[in-house]
């Protein structure tokens, strides 16, 4: 599908059709009826809520934070936040204390965080550890690897992540000029995948601790005018070194780029690096 394809109002009709915001409504009656701006209800706060997928006809599971003080008119900013494997659409948003939703509050954005059709979807990145950057064996042995039916749920990933987004920023009349993307983990993996994908969507990225990139085909050219904010933790074995060789790489091709190691594993480094990714959105509104 075209990158032209996805965007415009159009979508909630052509490819999913939200359910209303408590969740209730059954999947059946939504199909019957497309929602209308007198139907919707554009809550503020905490939110779980789930839309039709049109695709494949399931109801997706998506959380929503929209800031408490909005006042129902101006255009906010909005992050898609793309979840690690293991985890879910609601699991970033309650770690740490809610770190997410306050500084989502505090700075005034619309969080969504999909689920990603499945689990392990991985938003359309087929790379998994150990092919992390400068891995570029491992990559092509996996790619090489993929079956049809992992292709189709890779494609699938990819489109509901953007369809959850869509779904969103019709609704709350998000600014699509200042529409962010970040992930942590397989998150992360996403994230380099969609930059690539649809480079004109994204005001600024922020891939955290997963740098899922096939050097040798990563179309590295497409996301060159993307301010990029990158961060690991000294702890990640897993994936710190190809974060340090990646970050080498991008400062010498000269990317708009910014690169940052905490002194946190792979999982406590998420809510370490938040405060400082949100700097950077608010650097690049």
């Given at each position: 599908m075209s990158k032209r394809s996805l965007r415009g109002p159009g979508l909630l009709l052509?490819?999913?059709?939200?359910?209303?915001?408590?969740?209730?409504?059954?999947?059946?009656?939504?199909?019957?009826?497309?929602?209308?701006?007198?139907?919707?209800?554009?809550?503020?706060?905490?939110?779980?809520?789930?839309?039709?997928?049109?695709?494949?006809?399931?109801?997706?599971?998506?959380?929503?934070?929209?800031?408490?003080?909005?006042?129902?008119?101006?255009?906010?900013?909005?992050?898609?936040?793309?979840?690690g494997a293991g985890a879910n659409e609601r699991t970033y948003l309650d770690i740490a204390d809610g770190m997410l939703r306050n500084l989502a509050e505090k700075h005034g954005y619309i969080i969504v965080s999909p689920l990603?059709?499945?689990?392990?979807?991985?938003y359309g990145n087929p790379l998994r550890l150990p092919a992390v950057f400068g891995e570029s064996t491992v990559a092509e042995s996996q790619i090489a690897a993929l079956t049809p039916q992992k292709r189709r749920e890779l494609a699938l990933s990819e489109l509901e992540v953007i369809t959850a987004l869509e779904v969103v920023t019709e609704e709350y009349g998000a600014d699509r000029s200042r529409t962010y993307l970040a992930g942590h983990s397989m998150g992360s993996g996403g994230v380099w995948h969609l930059a690539a994908r649809y480079p004109d969507?994204?005001?600024?990225?922020?891939?955290?601790?997963?740098?899922?990139?096939?050097?040798?085909?990563?179309?590295?050219?497409?996301?060159r005018p993307l301010p990029i904010f990158m961060t690991e933790g000294t702890g990640?074995?897993?994936?710190?070194?190809?974060?340090?060789?990646?970050?080498?790489?991008?400062?010498?091709?000269?990317?708009?780029?910014q690169y940052v190691e905490v002194d946190g594993n792979h999982g406590s480094m998420v809510p370490m690096v938040w405060p400082a990714v949100f700097d950077f959105f608010d650097a690049h509104r």
């Open positions: 052509c490819l999913a059709i939200a359910l209303g915001a408590t969740g209730t409504a059954t999947a059946q009656a939504a199909a019957q009826v497309a929602p209308t701006p007198s139907m919707v209800a554009r809550a503020t706060g905490d939110q779980q809520r789930q839309y039709l997928f049109a695709p494949t006809g399931q109801p997706m599971p998506y959380r929503l934070y929209v800031p408490k003080t909005w006042d129902g008119r101006s255009a906010l900013p909005i992050v898609l936040f793309l979840h990603g059709f499945a689990p392990l979807g991985a969507r994204w005001r600024a990225i922020a891939p955290m601790s997963g740098p899922f990139v096939e050097a040798k085909t990563y179309p590295f050219e497409l996301i990640a074995t897993p994936s710190l070194a190809g974060s340090r060789a990646m970050a080498m790489f991008m400062r010498e091709q000269k990317f708009d780029f």
